[in-house]
């Protein structure tokens, strides 16, 4: 196939799936199956392989770049991005628009009302149709560029499907999360162990700010487009004629959005989804009033702060009142100590709740919160019930204070905060049950002890039969053991032995990292192992030994000193000396490259290698991987896009390389 048969063939398999976008992200309509829309998208990436001169910025296949960039830069708005004055009665809601009608001198001529999405504003500029700049509101005037996450979001079309679009224009609206998206992601954080979102909002927001898009895609962020920006040309005359012109662009816009031809009609439609909205499958927190026509909200103008022709009409937030009976501590897996409220059960928006997470000590001080406490729970378009204040006028003095503990509730071990600045208490003891789940998992996987076959399953019945209390304990596990475990046979039970037995050889720097001390990552426990070869000299270091480190900072060296500080964890090196696991550093043969002793740092997006195979390359050719640029660094690595770090090696002087250079040294005597 030539270049211009490929060249059709592309632009039909492109306009297919815009298409099939349209109908399944935006109206909702799917036409084909998941399994025929990713045939498409599989054929597309296969032409464009094969011919990458004809990929353009507007292909499908390039929504999500797989770079993990290192900050995000400032985009200036064309025009302001305003923030909305609210109203909270029927009353406030007339007097606004008595407020709209001495500034016209009459009656506007219509109103469109708007249901108000409990999202993330964004800005999503097109030239000529193409997408090609996407902010945060940020202060109004500039936002934050996060193009390259809203290139993600397949309701935002790469290209206007239009034959006429506008030269320029901006398009404002809110990224959110589907209510089964948002529960999804915190229950993904809750088995990581990270602090869940309290709200969708909290969620879209944090998602929209990632560093890396590919995580940002598998957010599944969604958008509706509300408000128009800067335009070439007027070729709207009023906000309902935008909305529907939105629709013809292929640009997603919320269903329910309704044209009021008075105030009587926006004050039902309010009354109407204030009851609704538990219906829907996202979160509104209210309702968006705007003039209809253009030319009265050119009118009209603005303050310095909001439009006078848009108000928001803020729904009531959900609150009950009911008695704390008690704060439990909860240890989760990573050692985390969070401290979650026991409540009366109490109705709250159509859900009765006896629970609810009080996120940290922090959090139960600054409520200045006591056992027995009648306290005020709030879920204003929040699906985590939070408690906002406690009602200190009737008490009755039996309450009781609350005492962060200083033991694990769950193996007494010592709770404490590494730092002082850090809001987090941890238990610390690596053999506590609460963390050894999980703590296990991170031990046998692949980047650490590289047990192949002892996967979540296996682990979990190892410890809910007692089989294991520590990672130690899987040196010391018979063939019998094993075959009490679900679906172990006898070759099953004989393969898993056999891996035990070879993860015994892995080096040092594995079974450092193999112990899941605090900040300390695969790069330092390479560099750790490297420097005091074996762990007895690694335990007995002093905190200026550490320091001295380059690349081990304050954090690193206090969290391995408090680590092996422990005796829980001096009795698991010498069980794991005892069943002869390695625990010192051969040295490696070291090839003599131009890379030795040489400091690296890699930026931008790298196309021969990931990010650990050219640090694991540097490791072997006897250089040193860094995160930072310094004057002491050797070389800087440029792939596509570099960012601040190749500025930065400017800027000093620091000699940078490309791939193909860098590729040459690792071979170079």
């Given at each position: 196939?030539?270049?211009?048969?490929?060249?059709k063939?592309i632009?039909?398999l492109?306009?297919?799936i815009r298409?099939?976008?349209?109908?399944?992200?935006?109206?909702?309509?799917p036409?084909i199956?998941?399994?025929?829309?990713?045939?498409?998208?599989?054929?597309?990436r296969?032409?464009?392989?094969?011919?990458?001169e004809?990929?353009?910025?507007?292909?499908?296949?390039?929504?999500?770049?797989g770079?993990?960039?290192e900050?995000?830069?400032?985009?200036?708005?064309?025009?302001?991005?305003f923030?909305?004055?609210?109203t909270?009665?029927?009353?406030?809601?007339?007097?606004?628009?008595?407020?709209?009608?001495?500034?016209?001198?009459?009656?506007?001529?219509g109103?469109?009302?708007e249901?108000?999405?409990?999202?993330?504003?964004?800005?999503v500029s097109y030239?000529?149709g193409?997408l090609?700049?996407?902010a945060?509101?940020?202060?109004?005037?500039?936002g934050e560029?996060?193009?390259?996450?809203i290139?993600?979001i397949?309701?935002?079309?790469?290209?206007?499907?239009?034959?006429?679009?506008p030269?320029?224009?901006?398009?404002r609206?809110?990224?959110?999360?589907?209510?089964?998206?948002?529960?999804?992601?915190n229950k993904?954080?809750?088995?990581?162990?990270?602090e869940?979102f309290v709200n969708p909002?909290?969620?879209?927001?944090?998602?929209?700010?990632l560093?890396?898009?590919?995580?940002?895609?598998?957010?599944h962020?969604?958008?509706?487009?509300?408000s128009?920006?800067?335009?070439?040309?007027?070729?709207?005359?009023s906000?309902?004629?935008?909305?529907?012109g939105?629709?013809?662009?292929?640009?997603?816009?919320?269903p329910e959005?309704k044209?009021?031809?008075?105030l009587?009609?926006?004050?039902?439609?309010?009354?109407?989804?204030?009851?609704?909205?538990?219906?829907?499958?996202?979160?509104i927190?209210?309702?968006?009033?705007?003039?209809d026509?253009?030319?009265?909200?050119?009118?009209?103008?603005?303050?310095?702060?909001?439009?006078?022709?848009a108000?928001a009409?803020?729904f009531?937030?959900h609150q009950?009142?009911?008695?704390?009976?008690?704060?439990i501590?909860s240890?989760?897996?990573?050692?985390?100590?969070?401290p979650?409220?026991?409540l009366?059960?109490?109705e709250?928006g159509?859900?009765?709740?006896?629970?609810?997470?009080?996120?940290?000590?922090?959090?139960?001080?600054?409520l200045?919160?006591?056992i027995?406490?009648?306290?005020?729970?709030?879920?204003?378009g929040?699906?985590?019930p939070?408690?906002?204040k406690?009602?200190?006028?009737?008490?009755?003095?039996?309450?009781?204070?609350?005492k962060i503990?200083?033991?694990?509730?769950?193996?007494?071990g010592?709770i404490m905060?590494?730092?002082?600045e850090?809001?987090?208490?941890?238990?610390?003891n690596?053999?506590?049950?609460?963390q050894?789940?999980?703590?296990?998992?991170?031990?046998?996987?692949?980047?650490?002890?590289d047990?192949e076959?002892?996967?979540?399953?296996?682990v979990?019945?190892?410890?809910?039969?007692?089989?294991?209390?520590d990672?130690a304990?899987i040196?010391?596990l018979?063939?019998?053991?094993?075959l009490?475990?679900?679906?172990?046979?006898?070759?099953?039970?004989?393969?898993?032995?056999?891996?035990?037995?070879?993860?015994?050889?892995?080096?040092l720097?594995r079974?450092v990292?193999?112990?899941?001390?605090r900040?300390?990552?695969?790069?330092?426990?390479?560099?750790l192992?490297?420097?005091?070869?074996?762990?007895e000299?690694?335990m007995?270091?002093r905190?200026?030994?550490l320091?001295?480190i380059?690349?081990v900072?304050p954090?690193i060296?206090?969290?391995?000193i408090?680590?092996?500080?422990?005796?829980?964890?001096?009795?698991?090196i010498?069980k794991?000396?005892a069943?002869?696991?390695?625990?010192?550093?051969e040295?490696?043969?070291?090839?003599?490259?131009?890379?030795?002793?040489?400091?690296?740092?890699?930026?931008?997006?790298?196309?021969?290698?990931?990010?650990?195979?050219?640090?694991?390359?540097?490791?072997q050719?006897?250089?040193?991987p860094?995160?930072?640029v310094?004057k002491?660094?050797?070389?800087?690595?440029?792939?596509r896009?570099?960012?601040?770090?190749?500025?930065?090696?400017?800027k000093?002087?620091?000699?940078i390389?490309?791939?193909e250079?860098f590729?040459?040294?690792?071979?170079?005597l």
């Amino acid at each position: 196939m030539n270049v211009s048969e490929a060249r059709k063939e592309i632009e039909k398999l492109r306009r297919a799936i815009r298409h099939h976008d349209l109908h399944y992200y935006i109206l909702a309509q799917p036409e084909i199956s998941d399994k025929e829309y990713d045939t498409l998208m599989r054929r597309l990436r296969e032409f464009e392989t094969k011919f990458p001169e004809l990929i353009t910025v507007d292909s499908p296949t390039q929504r999500v770049s797989g770079g993990i960039q290192e900050g995000f830069k400032t985009i200036k708005h064309r025009q302001k991005m305003f923030s909305l004055d609210n109203t909270y009665s029927r009353e406030e809601l007339k007097d606004w628009a008595e407020r709209v009608e001495k500034g016209l001198g009459h009656r506007p001529a219509g109103y469109v009302a708007e249901l108000k999405i409990d999202g993330v504003s964004a800005n999503v500029s097109y030239e000529n149709g193409i997408l090609v700049s996407g902010a945060t509101r940020g202060d109004g005037q500039t936002g934050e560029d996060v193009t390259i996450n809203i290139r993600t979001i397949r309701a935002i079309p790469l290209r206007l499907e239009t034959i006429h679009p506008p030269e320029r224009i901006e398009i404002r609206g809110e990224v959110y999360l589907e209510l089964k998206d948002f529960l999804a992601i915190n229950k993904e954080r809750e088995e990581a162990e990270d602090e869940v979102f309290v709200n969708p909002r909290n969620a879209a927001s944090g998602s929209l700010k990632l560093l890396d898009s590919k995580l940002v895609a598998r957010r599944h962020l969604n958008f509706f487009a509300h408000s128009l920006g800067e335009v070439s040309q007027n070729v709207f005359l009023s906000q309902w004629e935008f909305l529907q012109g939105l629709k013809r662009y292929g640009m997603r816009v919320n269903p329910e959005s309704k044209p009021c031809k008075d105030l009587d009609e926006v004050i039902a439609f309010c009354g109407l989804w204030q009851e609704k909205r538990k219906k829907l499958g996202y979160e509104i927190d209210g309702v968006v009033v705007k003039v209809d026509s253009l030319e009265e909200q050119r009118k009209l103008g603005a303050t310095l702060k909001s439009p006078r022709w848009a108000v928001a009409y803020k729904f009531p937030a959900h609150q009950a009142t009911t008695r704390l009976k008690e704060i439990i501590v909860s240890v989760g897996r990573t050692g985390v100590v969070t401290p979650v409220a026991d409540l009366e059960p109490v109705e709250c928006g159509g859900v009765t709740i006896s629970r609810a997470t009080l996120h940290n000590f922090d959090e139960v001080e600054r409520l200045g919160i006591k056992i027995g406490d009648r306290v005020v729970l709030e879920r204003a378009g929040e699906v985590i019930p939070k408690i906002i204040k406690v009602v200190e006028s009737v008490r009755s003095g039996r309450e009781k204070a609350f005492k962060i503990p200083k033991t694990c509730s769950v193996c007494a071990g010592p709770i404490m905060k590494e730092k002082e600045e850090e809001v987090a208490y941890r238990c610390i003891n690596p053999s506590c049950p609460a963390q050894l789940e999980k703590g296990l998992i991170h031990f046998a996987g692949r980047s650490c002890m590289d047990i192949e076959g002892m996967g979540e399953s296996v682990v979990r019945q190892l410890i809910e039969r007692g089989l294991v209390k520590d990672f130690a304990d899987i040196y010391y596990l018979g063939k019998g053991q094993l075959l009490t475990l679900e679906l172990f046979k006898e070759k099953k039970a004989e393969n898993l032995l056999t891996a035990v037995e070879k993860s015994k050889r892995q080096p040092l720097a594995r079974l450092v990292y193999a112990l899941g001390i605090r900040h300390v990552g695969e790069k330092a426990a390479y560099i750790l192992a490297k420097r005091f070869k074996t762990i007895e000299n690694l335990m007995a270091a002093r905190k200026e030994d550490l320091d001295s480190i380059y690349e081990v900072g304050p954090a690193i060296s206090e969290s391995i000193i408090s680590f092996f500080k422990q005796e829980a964890t001096r009795k698991l090196i010498k069980k794991l000396e005892a069943a002869q696991v390695n625990t010192k550093e051969e040295e490696a043969a070291v090839k003599k490259t131009l890379l030795a002793d040489k400091f690296v740092v890699f930026t931008g997006e790298l196309e021969a290698f990931s990010r650990p195979e050219a640090e694991k390359l540097v490791r072997q050719a006897g250089g040193n991987p860094s995160s930072g640029v310094s004057k002491n660094t050797g070389y800087v690595v440029a792939g596509r896009n570099p960012g601040t770090k190749y500025d930065k090696a400017k800027k000093l002087g620091v000699k940078i390389i490309t791939e193909e250079e860098f590729s040459r040294l690792l071979s170079a005597l």
